[in-house]
């Protein structure tokens, strides 16, 4: 099992900038890759960025410019640097760990709000 606990949301005007962190526990040594997804109202969830364990990142179209995934192996952490905030990213965001069995794992999510 892999807990994954996610900080850093809230409520920000357009172009401004947010953190968000995620850190995992438990059976860490099972992931190979985190990442964040976001779900807006009435929408599904998508993939925001991932990143493995041998440092290969992923972004949504959305967010390439914009964003930037990072990890700390050391305390097992992950964070999404959000700049150039636009009211299009409003939503929850949620973190997600995947495991050697390619087995997934999500967070609790936390909500970004970025007003125009």
């Known amino acids: 099992q892999v807990q994954l606990v996610e900080s850093g949301g809230g409520l920000v005007q357009a172009g401004g900038s947010l953190r968000l962190s995620c850190a995992a526990s438990?059976?860490?040594?099972?992931?190979?890759?985190m990442g964040w997804y976001r779900q807006a109202p009435g929408k599904q969830r998508e993939l925001v960025a991932t990143?493995?364990?041998?440092?290969?990142?992923n972004y949504a179209d959305s967010v390439k410019g914009r964003f930037t995934i990072s990890r700390v192996n050391a305390n097992n952490t992950v964070h999404l640097q959000m700049n150039s905030l636009i009211p299009e990213d409003t939503a929850v965001y949620y973190c997600?760990?995947?495991?050697?069995?390619?087995?997934?794992?999500w967070g609790q999510g936390t909500q970004v709000t970025v007003s125009s």
């Open positions: 438990g059976s860490i040594g099972s992931i190979i890759a």
């Open positions: 997600n760990a995947e495991n050697r069995n390619f087995f997934y794992y």
């Open positions: 990143i493995t364990w041998g440092g290969a990142s």
